[in-house]
Each structure stands twice: as C-alpha cells, then as structure tokens.
C-alpha cells in the first residue's frame, strides 16, 4: 500500500510469496497431486533465486490445521536456510503455527499478527483464518496505521478487493475496510492467485 501521507523511500528488496500448500497428513488423499513434492520443487526453485526473504501466506495444510504437517514444513524451511515469515490462512489453525514456528508472542485472542521491518521496509502480517478481521485485530491495525508516513506492505490470505473470481468475491472483500483505516486517497497494488492465474490488479480508492 502507498500512503500519500509521507515521502516514500522504498528499500529494493527480492520477496517471494508461496501460498496455499495445501500439505496432507501421509496417507491423505490430495486429490492425485503430490503435493509434498510440489512444494520441495518450489522450494528448491525459490531457493535458486536467492531471495531476501520468503513469505508462506497461509493454507498450509490440505483441510485443518496439523501439528505434524506444520512441523514437516518447518523442518524443510529450517533446512533451506531461508528466512521466511508464515501467516495463517482458513485451512490453518493459528494457535498451532505460533507453537510450532515460535510465535507465540504474536498470538493474540487465538489470532497470528503482527509488524516486522527488514531494512526499514515495514511488513504488517495479518490473519483471517476465520474469514475475516476480528475487532482485536482491527484495533490494532488501526494503531499502527495512525501515524504511517511510509510505504507499507501488508499480506493477508484472502483477496482485499474484488479479482472476478465470484467464489471469493461473494465472500472475502476488505479493501473498504482496510482503506477506511488509511482515511485517505490510496493506490493499493494487489498481486492474487486464483487457481490457475495470476492477476495484478491496480485499484485506486477514496474513502
């Protein structure tokens, strides 16, 4: 997101997102994918690429929240030697990756957010697990949005606006909210994947 508040001065900084893994328990049906071995070839991709840090921006898991599965999944990031970030998506259990990942610090009334800065670059992680942004999480968001006078950059696991999928227009859509909070004119770049694109949508908003 870019605030209009402030002089941007944006830290170049090589990110990498991978999301919906999607990891069963051994012996779960995936529906035919491998979907362990898809995510080692990713990782092995992504680890070709040499990126600053990596983001794991939720639905970690095949259908619930699975401590082995998580703990599968950390053992390969550890193994990386990447640094990443995890947030939860509705197919997670946020509790379980704080106690996994070492987050516990994060939790809040059983909800996984928080802010990081990495080269004086500031990073909001949020969680809808449960489909939406709870009061808690809200009332923070908007303290830390109440004196930005920098770029920020915020990852959430569902769309924030509208992406011409109608499964998850009908039900997710936050931008009115998370652009109220700003009070301002804001230009908000979304990068979404559906299931089979990608799409990179510029949208312009006045609240």
Same mark, same amino acid.
């Given at each position: ?9 944006? /830290? ?22 491998? *979907? ?15 990126? @600053? ?10 259908? @619930?929240?699975?401590?082995? *599965? ?25 509790? /379980? ?11 809040? @009334? ?10 004086? /670059? ?14 808690? /999480? ?30 998850? @227009? ?19 770049? *979304? ?11 510029? *949208?312009?908003?006045?609240?």
């Amino acid at each position: 997101m870019n605030s209009e508040r402030g002089t941007v001065n944006f /830290q170049t900084m090589k990110l990498i997102q991978i999301t919906d893994l999607h990891v069963g328990k051994i012996g779960d049906d995936s529906y035919g994918v491998n *979907v362990r071995q898809n995510f080692l070839d990713v990782l092995e991709a992504v680890k070709a690429e040499n990126p @600053d840090r990596i983001v794991i921006s939720g639905d970690l898991c095949l259908h @619930d929240g699975e401590p082995e *599965v998580y703990e599968w999944i950390k053992g390969h990031l550890d193994k990386s030697g990447l640094p990443f970030d995890i947030i939860s998506g509705n197919h997670d259990n946020a509790a /379980q990756i704080a106690e996994c990942f070492g987050l516990n610090e994060f939790l809040t @009334d059983g909800q996984l957010f928080f802010k990081k800065k990495y080269d004086n /670059q500031t990073f909001l992680f949020l969680d809808t697990t449960d489909y939406t942004l709870p009061e808690t /999480q809200l009332i923070w968001l908007e303290k830390e949005l109440k004196n930005l006078n920098e770029e920020l950059i915020i990852f959430i696991h569902h769309p924030p606006v509208k992406s011409g999928v109608p499964f998850m @227009d009908n039900k997710y859509f936050f931008i009115e909210l998370l652009c109220s909070l700003f009070k301002v004119t804001q230009t908000l770049k *979304v990068n979404y994947t559906d299931q089979f694109i990608c799409r990179s949508l510029k *949208v312009n908003y006045k609240v």
